[in-house]
């Protein structure tokens, strides 16, 4: 493309500078001619005059001519460059769209990945909730149980020391009735 850019604008160069001296030869007749005309120092004939005002107008239309084709041609090199960014727009569009399309697709993948741990981690959430209520029951049961021994003791506590304030009355009474050397 870049070469056929540089191509189309030498072109576009020589085809400006030929028509520049293409219309230079009739356009500078023209005005000789007219210029003899007008001062009266060569024989005029109408068909003199005829052709040399139609030499002026094929000088001046081969004037406009030129610029018609300079401005064609700078056209055409303005839709030239046009043309080479649109292509090189739309293949980093379409670049930006592949690494759209591949970052959609991991982000996809590590989605499900994340699922699978999301329910692996669910799953072990839910029987360190299950274990956490186990152990909280057995503490219960066994503040329970420790509230009962607690129980227990000041019960055998308090008959303990019920035992031993019987135990003298016990004492004096079994030992003065068995006592053979009182008799």
Not at 59 to 84: D, G, P, W, Y
Not at 93 to 111: D, H, I, P, W
Not at 146 to 156: N, P, S
Request: contains cysteine.
């Amino acid at each position: 493309m870049a070469v056929a850019q540089g191509c189309r604008s030498v072109l576009t160069a020589s085809t400006t500078s030929s028509l520049a001296l293409i219309m230079s030869v009739p356009f500078g007749a023209s005005l000789l001619e007219m210029g003899a005309l007008g001062t009266g120092r060569a024989a005029h004939s109408p068909g003199d005059v005829g052709k040399a005002q139609l030499l002026a107008i094929l000088a001046i239309v081969v004037v406009l001519l030129a610029l018609i084709l300079r401005k064609i041609s700078e056209e055409m090199i303005s839709h030239e460059k046009l043309t080479l960014s649109h292509e090189a727009l739309l293949k980093q569009v379409k670049g930006l769209q592949e690494e759209y399309n591949r970052m959609s697709n991991e982000a996809k993948e590590s989605g499900a990945l994340s699922r699978a741990e999301k329910e692996t981690l669910l799953g072990r959430v839910s029987a360190a909730e299950e274990a956490k209520r186990s152990a909280e029951t057995r503490v219960e049961a066994m503040i329970s149980q420790a509230k009962g021994m607690d129980k227990e003791y000041d019960r055998l506590l308090d008959e303990n020391n019920k035992l031993k304030r019987q135990l003298p009355q016990f004492q004096s009474s079994h030992l003065g009735y068995g006592s053979k050397k009182d008799m």
